[in-house]
């Protein structure tokens, strides 16, 4: 049998137990090179996840020619740059969400894989993960009649108070392209272009609670889906309380899960309240992978795209203009002119 052959950029955390093992254990998939800059972790993980070969240079990596696909997982400030190269070396790519920094540099990379014809992928992973598919079902076939509102409530301590030389890249502009609604607030917005097509009316603010950061830490929108059902979403990163709450209100019931967890999905209806488990895969990004590596043996589709990711990309940016006050460029490099900022 075929197989594809895939190399990975940037072995990090995410790469551990999420994604990496997925591209071992997914059928008609090897796992071949990895990359990190510094050569000890390189090759630690390379001898750890028992992969052949090990880079501590992008390039060589990119030109390596038993590497068929490439896996960019670096923080999403390099993501522009390193897919451009993969695509100049004419191979296909899978890349870490968000896709970038913003609009301007999704695009260029859209622009690099159609010129090279060659596909482009982003890890939003839940749009192949058994239990979000199971609320697309129940959306589909209208378990709780028409969908008629839809509310996403967030709440938490910013994660990187916990060990910041880990994670800080996930609160700074220049490495991220914002505060953790890149991050973490993305996989909702992606999520609601999955199962309800791209977002538009989309209004909102985005203010900074903790003055020892540079970025928003508090985000809310409103919004309509294509088929004009009136949403609302609110992210909060600096709160001592957690909450992670999808919820669908419709003509003959309601569902609501938590987002991030495998705790059951709940159907609310006037027979009663129904518990849905289905727990998460091992390796969340495994399902994905595996939809990606049969297209690429021409057996299928995956559903996560640049062109997904980008109408998602689109949101985040009108969301954080408030903020900002530009999305365009590199705005990163001056926050002295942001107005979410200087206020």
């Given at each position: 049998m075929a197989r594809i052959r895939w190399g990975i950029?940037?072995?990090?955390?995410?790469?551990e137990i999420k994604s990496g093992p997925g591209f071992q254990k997914a059928s008609g998939s090897e796992l071949v090179a990895v990359m990190r800059r510094t050569p000890d972790l390189a090759r630690d993980y390379a001898t750890r996840h028992k992969v052949a070969k090990w880079y501590s240079n992008t390039n060589d990596l990119i030109s390596d020619p038993d590497v068929d696909a490439v896996y960019i997982a670096t923080p999403p400030g390099s993501h522009n740059e390193i897919a451009q190269a993969v695509a100049l070396a004419n191979k296909p790519c899978y890349v870490e969400k968000p896709m970038a920094r913003n609009v301007s540099e999704c695009e260029a990379m859209i622009k690099a894989f159609d010129t090279a014809k060659q596909k482009l992928w982003v890890a939003y992973y839940r749009r192949a993960m058994p239990r979000f598919l199971k609320v697309k079902e129940l959306i589909d076939t209208h378990a709780i009649g028409k969908i008629?509102?839809?509310d996403f409530k967030f709440s938490s301590p910013t994660p990187v108070n916990a060990d910041a030389s880990k994670h800080a890249w996930r609160v700074s502009a220049q490495h991220s392209g914002g505060g953790l609604l890149l991050d973490v607030g993305s996989h909702v917005l992606d999520i609601l272009d999955f199962y309800f097509g791209a977002l538009k009316d989309v209004q909102g603010d985005a203010y900074r609670q903790n003055k020892h950061s540079q970025v928003e830490d508090?985000?809310?929108m409103t919004f309509l889906t294509a088929g004009n059902i009136p949403g609302k979403t609110c992210w909060n990163f600096f709160s001592n309380i957690k909450e992670d709450k999808l919820s669908l209100k419709g003509t003959q019931g309601e569902i609501y899960f938590n987002f991030s967890s495998d705790d059951p999905i709940y159907v609310s209806t006037a027979k009663g309240t129904n518990p849905i488990a289905i727990p998460n895969p091992s390796h969340?990004?495994?399902?994905l992978i595996q939809l990606i590596t049969n297209e690429l043996l021409g057996l299928g589709s995956a559903p996560s795209t640049g062109i997904s990711a980008l109408r998602t990309q689109r949101v985040i940016d009108k969301v954080l203009t408030s903020f900002y006050g530009s999305r365009e460029n590199a705005f990163w490099e001056n926050p002295s002119v942001w107005p979410g900022l200087v206020g």
């Open positions: 950029i940037g072995c990090g955390d995410v790469t008629v509102a839809i508090y985000v809310e969340v990004a495994q399902p």
